[in-house]
């Protein structure tokens, strides 16, 4: 939480004050982790949460109002946690650690196990969770909190430093809001309200979403009754409707950098590290290979998992295996060969490894059709694959590498290699959609902040130096290259598709006979 | 007899071979140069040189700035990955050019080294002007443009210990640069401008007015009218004081920055034949005096200024503008440098600013330009437009804090528009981050309020 705190040589008296008092809260949590029993153990969580925050602020207003209002980025890569430095290790190494301990040894935070009570860090927070929903608390429980709570406090903190930008500050309130409604109040609601409901943020989408189309989970649904059945509905909705036209109209920063619960602890969070990613044209290289191998590897999931259980019990749901399979490959094949008629052009030279995925996928699945028994799929057990994806991908990935790593790669690791949702947005965001970056005329002096500060590692300058708008799959809308651009040079737009990509060899300010004989050639 | 067959028409291959690869070679790696570079690529096989005596690798000179303040690494600064050249084929060099002799097309290295060309550009930039003054040249005087200067100012100010004080000589943009710099590590500055307000020579009074206030908001210890007399060193030959021309006191500090500011670097070229003023001059064409030599960047001077133009614009936008140009002639299609309408940019500390056209301060101001001038009342935006009293044609724009979109600037220009037309469309020309506060009825409001109490 407070990670990102021991940073300036300088700070002041208030500030040091402010840090001890993150420290004493992070202290409080990590005696608990050693099963130190507290006494009223509601009243020590409150103080704990509570120092936590006043910490955080406090040591924000210190940072942020005692200047006037602008770009802050003074020192930033000379300050240890933000600039891979000894501080930027440790904090990397302890939130790894933690993520190890939280996906895959959660009894040594204290999880009860078999009905046995909770202990440690997760018997800390009981009060809280039996005050949310009358039931004990499960790490998830715990990590939910603190999720909310570093979103909460470093959103607070990015208020401040951005005070002078009210795009920033809007979609800052807006995955604040997200956050503590939807991820986190809301389910919990859910629950008291019918316990049969599976846990289901409703702003979790499939495929970044995996487990919304489990059997416990579509089954829980449709036990639930008519609400389990909407909310059913409502997801298959979210990403087939709603996600398409949300992203034509604003581009997937709707989702990524307003919405979404990893890109939320992104902005905030990991702030501090957005300057980490990689700019590098290799970097590019493997991004486009992971992120849509994820993507692949999630369809092919789904499909299966979904496959399997409609298997053993062919009266149970209304759908059968085959035609579950076929209308999976007709809905692909529509995608492919409409983009591939309509959308040749934007698709350019990616049309071949856009062809490759689809084969890909279709050949998957049809080897999966025909060698599929009703407990193996390419002769392997099926539901290995589920918990494949669900360890390597969903906690490894997106939790261990994904957040683990924030100080070393940047803070948007998970969302520019792994989220296969993401990787949907983003080809919707390249092919159809109103939003780029355009960029101002000829005012680029190529300084190189707004390609510094880009967490998804997009090599802004290139573009911006070239005159062109940026048009790209990985762009989350974030507006920071914007805000750091000294000269004004970037806005980020909805617009007509018209002109959208835009390529130029010679910038505006030139002889205009120049320009036309070069650029319209 | 045999041999000698063989060897005529092989010569004649060669000499054609060597026709396709001329060899051009580019003093200056800088935006000028390697924009030229990169133009002459696109368009030819010819073998390019690219040379500098400061860094192997372009690096972007308006970013200095900001390795010092620890925004960027200075890695960040290169807008070219290191693989870029080579897979363009453009030769590096790391090397600074001691003269040149143009007779036999050979340049000379300060390393002994010769390099021979069929066709040189000389990209060679500016250098920072010292106007004598007493210590100038002590340990801890510095001025702020190449990358070695950055490394000494690192030397000299690292922090507020070592350098308890700074003082900036020349109010221009890169003495604000300075101040800025040094103000993140929290180093106290004193800024000594000459002039009666910041910038007027360029900027109009009351915004030259509101950086003033700005720059003191900031804790700078802004000096108006005052001039430096002379440096002092202490026993070691490192500044130790200055002295103030006018009242005669002295200043103690630890560093000194001259930035009253450039001047062609053009030094080495003093025994060739290449005709020089301040600058490399060179002709609409970017040539020189002699064939196959040409200038271009803040370097070259124009024989004529073109427009409202100086004959030296050392700026970034001209240098690149001359760059995208040269390179049409040297692949076989001469045409004229013939820039459109001016623009520029810069940022004063937290301030950003934008001109499209011109708009004049008190100095050089023609007599049938008037302003429009707007100003919020946080003290950190304003507008002013220029225009014909006359026709009423709009000539320009400066903002402040409200950023401007190019394009549209450009085409009202083109258009002749007229300024009520501009006053009243300004929200086209919107180019801010979404959701922000807007301006243009404010402005408009203002806009009619002044020509009422002026007619
Ligand atoms: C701190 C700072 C901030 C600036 N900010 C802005 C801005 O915001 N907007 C703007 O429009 N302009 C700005 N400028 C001005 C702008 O940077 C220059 O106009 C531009 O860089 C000039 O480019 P150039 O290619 O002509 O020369 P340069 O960039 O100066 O490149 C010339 C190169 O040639 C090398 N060289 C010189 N002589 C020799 C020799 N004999 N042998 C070998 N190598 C040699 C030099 O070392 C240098 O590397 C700024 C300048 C500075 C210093
Ligand atoms: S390009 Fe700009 S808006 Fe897009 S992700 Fe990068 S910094 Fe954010
Ligand atoms: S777009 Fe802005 S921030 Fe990016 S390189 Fe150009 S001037 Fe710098």
Redesign the interface.
């Known amino acids: 939480m407070s990670l990102a705190k021991p940073d300036a040589l300088?700070i002041t008296i208030t500030q040091k004050v402010a840090l001890g008092l993150g420290l004493v809260g992070l202290l409080i949590l990590s005696l608990a982790l050693f099963n130190v029993n507290f006494p009223n153990k509601s009243i020590i969580l409150w103080l704990t949460l509570g120092v936590i925050t006043i910490g955080t602020i406090i040591y924000s207003r210190g940072a942020y109002l005692t200047k006037?209002?602008?770009?802050k980025?003074?020192?930033?890569?000379?300050?240890s946690i933000s600039s891979r430095g000894f501080w930027g290790w440790s904090a990397g190494i302890l939130l790894t650690a933690f993520y190890i301990i939280l996906y895959f040894y959660p009894e040594y935070l204290g999880l009860g196990k078999d009905g046995a009570e909770n202990t440690g860090i997760i018997g800390l927070f009981d009060p809280l969770s039996q005050l949310l929903s009358g039931r004990n608390a499960s790490q998830w429980f715990v990590y939910g909190t603190l999720y909310t709570l570093a979103i909460l406090a470093f959103g607070y903190k990015f208020f401040l430093k951005y005070r002078?930008?009210?795009?920033q500050?809007?979609r800052t309130f807006s995955v604040m809001f997200f956050q503590l409604a939807f991820a986190f109040l809301i389910p919990e609601f859910m629950y008291v309200m019918n316990n049969d409901l599976p846990y289901y943020d409703i702003k979790s989408i499939w495929p970044l979403n995996y487990y919304i189309f489990d059997e416990w989970s579509v089954k829980g649904f449709l036990t639930a009754g008519n609400i389990g059945l909407a909310l059913l509905v409502f997801g298959i909705l979210s990403i087939f409707v709603i996600t398409p036209i949300l992203t034509y109209k604003y581009g997937k920063r709707w989702y990524c950098s307003w919405v979404c619960g990893c890109g939320g602890l992104a902005e905030t969070a990991g702030d501090s590290f957005r300057q980490l990613s990689s700019k590098?044209?290799t970097a590019w290289k493997l991004e486009r290979w992971l992120i849509h191998s994820v993507l692949v590897f999630s369809i092919v999931m789904t499909t299966a998992m979904i496959y399997t259980y409609l298997g053993y019990k062919s009266n149970e749901f209304w759908l059968t295996r085959g035609v579950f399979i076929t209308s999976v490959i007709a809905l692909l094949t529509v995608i492919f060969i409409g983009v591939m008629v309509f959308r040749h052009k934007e698709f350019g030279k990616d049309a071949k490894y856009g062809a490759i995925g689809y084969f890909a996928i279709i050949a998957l699945l049809l080897i999966m059709h025909f060698t599929g028994t009703t407990d193996q799929l390419f002769f392997i057990k099926s539901g290995s694959l589920r918990s494949a994806y669900g360890i390597y991908i969903g906690s490894i990935f997106s939790g261990v590498i994904g957040t683990g790593f924030y100080p070393i790669l940047g803070n948007r690791v998970w969302c520019r290699f792994g989220c296969p949702m993401a990787a949907i947005l983003g080809f919707q965001q390249r092919l159809f959609s109103k939003f780029r970056i355009t960029t101002?005329?000829?005012?680029c002096?190529?300084?190189?902040?707004c390609?510094?500060y880009c967490e998804m590692g997009i090599d802004v300058?290139?573009y911006a130096?070239k005159g062109e708008n940026i048009v790209r799959s990985s762009c989350v809308g974030c507006?920071i290259c914007?805000?750091?651009c000294?000269?004004?040079v970037l806005?980020?737009?909805n617009d007509s598709m018209k002109g959208r990509i835009n390529t130029n060899?010679?910038?505006?300010?030139?002889?205009?006979?120049?320009m036309k004989l070069?650029n319209e050639k | 007899m045999a041999v000698k067959d063989l060897t005529i028409p092989s010569t004649i291959f060669l000499l054609t071979i060597q026709n396709n690869m001329e060899h051009i070679v580019i003093i200056g790696n800088g935006i000028s140069g390697v924009t030229l570079a990169r133009h002459i690529r696109k368009l030819s096989d010819k073998k390019i040189t690219l040379i500098s005596g400061e860094t192997k690798y372009f690096f972007s000179r308006t970013a200095l700035m900001y390795v010092y303040m620890g925004h960027m690494k200075f890695e960040h600064t290169q807008p070219y990955e290191n693989w870029f050249w080579k897979k363009n084929r453009i030769e590096l060099k790391l090397g600074y050019v001691k003269s040149v002799q143009t007779k036999s097309k050979t340049l000379h290295f300060n390393s002994g080294e010769t390099l021979q060309y069929d066709k040189l550009v000389i990209a060679t930039g500016s250098k920072p002007n010292k106007f004598g003054w007493p210590g100038q040249d002590l340990d801890g005087v510095m001025g702020m443009y190449h990358k070695q200067d950055l490394e000494n100012l690192e030397i000299y100010a690292p922090n507020n210990e070592t350098c308890k004080r700074a003082v900036i000589v020349g109010g221009g943009l890169i003495g604000i640069e300075l101040a800025e710099m040094l103000n993140s590590r929290s180093i106290p500055v004193t800024f000594l401008v000459r002039e009666s307000s910041f910038w007027n020579g360029v900027l109009p009074e009351g915004e030259s007015a509101m950086i003033n206030r700005h720059i003191i908001n900031h804790h700078i210890d802004l000096r108006l009218s005052t001039n430096l007399r002379e440096i002092n060193a202490d026993e070691n030959g490192k500044v130790k004081s200055v002295i103030i021309h006018e009242t005669g006191e002295e200043l103690a500090c630890d560093v000194v920055g001259l930035t009253a500011g450039v001047s062609p670097n053009i030094d080495f070229l003093q025994n060739s034949e290449i005709e020089t003023g301040r600058g490399v001059k060179v002709n609409r064409y970017l040539e020189t005096n002699i064939k196959d030599v040409y200038a271009i960047g803040d370097c070259a001077e124009q024989h004529e200024a073109i427009g409202n133009r100086r004959p030296i614009e050392a700026v970034w936008y001209t240098g690149r503008m001359m760059g995208e140009t040269l390179a049409q002639t040297l692949c076989g299609n001469r045409i004229k440098y013939n820039p459109g309408h001016w623009f520029n940019s810069a940022k004063f500390m937290d301030i950003e600013y934008q001109t499209y056209g011109w708009v004049h301060g008190s100095k050089g101001r023609p007599e049938y330009e008037t302003h429009f001038h707007w100003k919020h009342k946080d003290d950190t935006k304003c507008v002013t437009i220029a225009f014909n009293k006359n026709t009423n044609e709009f000539l320009g724009i400066n903002t402040f804090g409200i950023r401007m979109r190019h394009e549209t600037f450009d085409k009202w220009l083109t258009e002749k528009r007229d300024v009520d037309y501009v006053i009243n469309h300004l929200s086209e020309a919107n180019f801010d981050p979404e959701f922000y506060a807007t301006f243009e009825e404010q402005i408009l409001k203002a806009y009619y309020h002044q020509l009422q109490t002026a007619i």
């Open positions: 300088k006037l209002e602008g770009i980025n003074d020192g930033t890569w000379f300050k002078h930008n009210r795009y500050q809007v590098k044209l101002n005329g000829g005012q002096i190529s300084c190189g902040n390609s510094t300058r290139a130096q507006g914007a805000a750091v000294p000269r004004g806005k980020l737009e060899e010679i910038l505006l300010g030139n002889d205009v006979d120049l070069v």
